[in-house]
């Protein structure tokens, strides 16, 4: 039972600290036209999702252990949010240019990887019922 | 106001990427999986698109249309071509990792310099020199998986190969240390693009010394950049989204490698950089061993006797197409009230976790899959271990032959089963380069022939003689 709660629990703690983090942000008036980055929290960010990240694929089936690649390139696309802004943003044609075929290459990889993933799991079948077929 | 929203929408993005690896743990709430994850990225993607900053929304739109034209039919793939459509993704999420980095460069250096802070730089260097060897190295593991003609299959090596690859990254690191004091110097813009240069032909120098049989690690490994590189991206755009779910990919990336190195006996770095040019030499001499081979009726008799019959199936199974011929035998077998169970190593296939879902989509019962420690205490009980398409995974030399290539790495206990059959296409010995010692032994009987018609033939055995019985 321990062990369904754990990462439950350090993903509760993620999100309470990136809420924290997102509060903190609020507080400074957004006038300053360069604003700091803040690498510790950044930092922070990386090194405690990293943990999540091993102690829950440590755990994941290694009967999906293909699915689970399919998803987690899906998930990375999460690149898809820096080409939006580079694509969209008032920039140089160059560069939204760049943007663009970052963007498709994203959409590519999340289309692709969760409609593989989903294909995939869906084979799994206990198929009760043709063993149970089968024996009669 | 729309900041908060913004940050808030990916802090639920985050949480639902958790939790859709988490209920990636077992197959009953995997699927959930799926649709948490594809949730938290319609979340991300509209906060994103809300933001006032973006106004031009035709590229936008064009380019996620072209997303989904081409992603679908990606998706679509026999699952034989997963492996390749996977290293695909992973140059697609590499180069854009790239691209947005360079894009990101160029627009600070000629319009806000105050942004290429030093940690920006490091945090942009690292993102490009990332994403563009994924990009490449990806793109050749995708080629020699999918075999085409002008990628080499065979390992390519030449002499002082580990010293150059280092030399090229060594000049890398030299230019990108320099970038990183200096962003806005007058020569900044022109050393950019040479390390972009030599990130992509790093890629395929890495790529190009590996074999066949190191894929599914390889592919584990470049899925771990992938994620790194969207790692360095969001501490490029100051976005914890991209780091959270760069990590959560990064992660699943080493741990799978770490488990395709470990099932193979080797290390990280052998796998890189060791076993270049290796090239198996074949043991000469000794005497003469000789097969024993078995009818499909002589089989089929034994098989009918036996109350647990273990399948070990290898990617020549893929190869042959037998998936559904095997399903057949299973269910003729489980219809005599025999237990069948698969063992499967985890180097079975061409990337992690792949002869599992060829044997679901032929609707054999996940629960009949077992992985190789747990069915290996089971061989001694083992009546009927009946080998398709595997040979490395089931060889005993890997036990005590220390001049075996393989030697060290863990296998599939087959050779303590009572009977084995092994399903060979000819009858040359040293086919796959090293002689199997397991097709030699007192116990083993060779049923010759393609594995999809041998089974065929033993279904074909086991449906028309269960009457006479």
């Known amino acids: ?136 | 106001m729309i900041h908060g929203l913004v940050q808030f929408s990916y802090l639920i993005a985050t949480g639902l990427f958790v939790f859709a690896l988490h209920w990636m743990n077992t197959p009953a709430t995997a699927r959930r999986g799926v649709y948490a994850g594809v949730a938290a990225m319609v979340i991300a993607v509209a906060a994103t698109w809300a933001q006032p900053e973006v106004v031009h929304h035709v590229w936008i739109i064009l380019a996620i249309l072209a997303g989904f034209a081409v992603g679908v039919p990606l998706s679509r793939v026999p699952l034989t071509a997963v492996p390749q459509r996977t290293a695909l993704s992973h140059a697609f999420g590499g180069l854009a990792a790239g691209l947005v980095g360079t894009a990101k460069f160029y627009l600070w250096s000629s319009e806000g310099p105050e942004n290429l802070t030093t940690f920006r730089m490091i945090a942009i260097i690292t993102e490009i020199v990332l994403g563009y060897l994924t990009f490449t190295g990806s793109l050749m593991a995708a080629g020699k998986l999918q075999e085409v003609k002008w990628i080499p299959q065979r390992p390519v090596t030449y002499p002082l190969q580990n010293l150059s690859n280092m030399a090229l990254l060594g000049i890398a690191a030299v230019a990108g240390i320099a970038l990183t004091i200096a962003p806005t110097a007058a020569w900044a813009p022109k050393v950019f693009p040479v390390i972009i240069v030599l990130a992509l032909l790093f890629g395929v120098l890495l790529i190009i010394p590996i074999g066949g049989a190191d894929m599914p690690t390889v592919i584990a490994i470049l899925n771990a950049y992938a994620g790194l590189s969207a790692v360095a991206m969001g501490f490029v755009l100051d976005n914890k989204l991209l780091i959270t779910a760069g990590a959560l990919d990064g992660s699943s990336g080493l741990i799978l490698a770490i488990i395709m190195c470990k099932a193979m006996n080797r290390s990280f770095a052998n796998v890189l950089f060791g076993a270049f040019g290796q090239v198996q030499q074949a043991k000469i001499g000794g005497e003469q061993k000789v097969y024993k081979a078995e009818t499909i009726e002589g089989a089929a008799q034994v098989l009918e006797q036996a109350n647990l019959v273990v399948i070990i199936p290898g990617y020549g199974m893929a190869v042959a197409q037998a998936q559904h011929k095997v399903r057949e035998l299973y269910d003729q077998l489980k219809k005599r009230g025999i237990t069948v169970k698969f063992a499967i190593h985890a180097v079975a296939g061409r990337m992690p976790g792949h002869m599992n879902v060829l044997l679901a989509e032929a609707d054999i019962p996940y629960t009949d899959l077992m992985e190789m420690d747990d069915i290996n205490p089971d061989m001694p009980q083992c009546d009927v271990a009946l080998v398709v398409g595997a040979n490395d995974v089931v060889n005993p030399a890997a036990r005590y032959d220390k001049s075996s290539p393989i030697f060290g790495m863990p296998i599939i206990d087959a050779d303590r089963a009572r009977t084995i059959f092994a399903i060979k296409r000819s009858k040359k010995p040293g086919f796959a380069g090293i002689d199997n010692e397991l097709y030699f032994s007192e116990k083993t009987w060779m049923l010759f022939g393609d594995a999809k018609n041998v089974i065929g033939e033993l279904v074909k055995q086991l449906s028309g003689g269960s009457g006479l019985h």
Do not use: C
């Open chain 1, 1 to 136: 039972m321990a062990r369904r709660i754990v990462p439950s629990l350090m993903a509760g703690l993620l999100v309470v600290g990136l809420a924290a983090t997102a509060v903190a942000q609020q507080a400074p008036a957004e006038a300053a036209a360069v604003q700091p980055i803040d690498y510790w929290s950044l930092l922070f960010v990386f090194v405690l999702s990293s943990f999540i990240g091993l102690g829950i694929i440590r755990r994941v089936s290694r009967l999906l252990h293909t699915p689970l690649m399919s998803i987690t390139n899906a998930i990375s696309a999460i690149a898809v949010v820096g080409s939006i802004i580079v694509t969209g943003a008032e920039y140089p044609t160059p560069i939204r240019i760049m943007g663009a075929v970052a963007l498709f290459a994203s959409m590519t990889n999340i289309v692709s990887g969760f409609l593989i993933t989903d294909r995939m799991l869906k084979m799994f079948k206990t198929d009760h019922k043709q063993i149970e077929g089968g024996r009669s």
